[in-house]
């Protein structure tokens, strides 16, 4: 870990530590624990609190909006609520030398690393990695059907989702350029419509609903911890799209021999019993589905090749089963994604 990161994972545990203890009240809980620490998002908790640092070149606005989201009454039991005051963001310390080093004067070429925006949430419990068969994959999608079939209560950003498969895709190149081991998800990924490439909007019939993102289990906790009901967590992607891109993971993973069918008809049968608007209410679900899947597909391999060339690695055997999925989705015929599209 760098010394920028040391400092982000420091102030981030100082701040939820003295947020979680009333003045002058006793301190008993161990050190801050690092739930996540990723280029998009270092996540930090102390006691009931969780500070998250956003990347530094977010989009404050949107943040501010997605975060007066997950406060909304509508949104109440289906988005875990944040304790930041809705509109507003905390705003990391510039990143400090460690205490005792000496003090540098940077050069002008070189400016000082911009502040992060942060966000405080109630501690959850997550979903248990180490039980798979207690997946709550029904819970998920009973949320998911809540959220897609909430109205938006005020006008909010696009759903990232194809924004962040794009940004994936170019990780991947820039940590491989050249490299034949891309040409797969590369070509799964040019046989997509554009508007699942995040270049052009989706259509219009399928643009308007309220969107998680990026819906998979580690976007779940139970609220109180630790037996409260399940809620969604995390609207950095949140926002108006095609309420079929968060049923797209669990469909790319059943596709692909990742989940279980009885998970995946677990998954869609909650999903349609509680309304939900992604998918038909009986019958194929694939054409609606087909395109997101795809692009989710695509998503998970550029980034495990990323990841595989960061740790100077070859991909496991969950990674090989994505990649290849991109050379079978490249030779698909292309009529879905046209019915999908119009």
Do not use: N
């Amino acid at each position: 870990m760098t010394t920028t990161e040391t400092s982000v994972v420091h102030d981030l545990g100082t701040l939820a530590h003295r947020l979680s203890h009333p003045t002058r009240t006793r301190c008993v809980c161990g050190p801050p624990q690092v739930l996540a620490d990723r280029p998009d998002g270092t996540v930090v908790r102390s006691g009931a609190i969780v500070a998250k640092a956003h990347a530094a070149d977010t989009d404050r606005e949107a943040l501010a909006a997605r975060t007066a989201l997950a406060a909304a009454p509508q949104l109440t039991g289906i988005l875990l609520p944040p304790l930041t005051a809705p509109g507003q963001s905390l705003t990391a310390p510039g990143h400090p030398e460690p205490s005792g080093a000496p003090q540098r004067s940077e050069p002008p070429e070189r400016p000082a690393p911009a502040p992060r925006p942060v966000t405080l949430w109630p501690f959850g419990e997550p979903v248990d990695p180490t039980d798979p068969e207690a997946a709550p994959w029904a819970e998920a999608a009973v949320l998911l059907a809540r959220l897609h079939r909430t109205e938006p209560p005020f006008r909010i950003p696009p759903m990232r989702g194809p924004a962040k498969a794009a940004r994936a895709v170019a990780r991947m190149r820039a940590a491989l350029p050249g490299d034949p081991a891309v040409l797969p998800v590369l070509a799964g990924w040019r046989a997509l419509p554009a508007w699942a490439r995040g270049e052009s909007p989706a259509p219009l019939r399928r643009a308007g609903f309220l969107c998680h993102g990026d819906l998979h289990l580690g976007q779940l906790v139970r609220h109180p911890a630790p037996d409260g009901p399940w809620l969604l967590i995390d609207v950095d992607d949140a926002g108006a799209g095609d309420p079929a891109w968060d049923l797209a993971r669990p469909a790319a993973w059943y596709a692909a021999g990742l989940l279980a069918p009885e998970d995946w008809s677990a998954c869609l049968d909650a999903y349609r019993s509680a309304g939900g608007p992604a998918v038909p209410a009986a019958g194929d679900p694939w054409p609606e589905l087909d395109v997101p899947a795809r692009a989710l597909t695509v998503q998970t391999a550029a980034l495990a090749l990323a990841k595989c060339a960061a740790e100077q690695r070859d991909p496991d055997e969950l990674e090989q089963l994505m990649i290849e999925s991109c050379a079978r989705i490249a030779t698909l015929p292309s009529e879905l994604a046209a019915d999908h599209a119009s």
